[in-house]
């Protein structure tokens, strides 16, 4: 099992840098046409989506760099990548 770097570790344990509560999305992956999305959800948890999932009663649209694109009841949401 590798080990982490202690400055990658802390990087990616900074306290308050993504918002609370609600689903967060913590980035993006693949090749065009293939993409995939990290989420954080309101409970801690994470999920890994890509198009025609179904997270928190939202549809997964599309994921771009950077972007998810989410439909709910007609209604378009996008998330972005938090900048920190």
Excluded: I
Aim: glycine share 14%.
């Amino acid at each position: 099992m590798a080990t982490t770097a202690p400055a990658a570790a802390q990087a990616a344990t900074q306290q308050d840098v993504l918002p609370s509560g609600g689903m967060v999305l913590l980035g993006t992956m693949g090749a065009e046409g293939a993409k995939s999305a990290l989420v954080r959800m309101s409970n801690g948890t994470t999920e890994r989506v890509e198009p025609g999932d179904t997270v928190a009663r939202f549809t997964v649209t599309a994921v771009a760099e950077g972007r998810l694109y989410l439909q709910r009841k007609g209604e378009t949401t996008v998330l972005g990548v938090p900048q920190g």
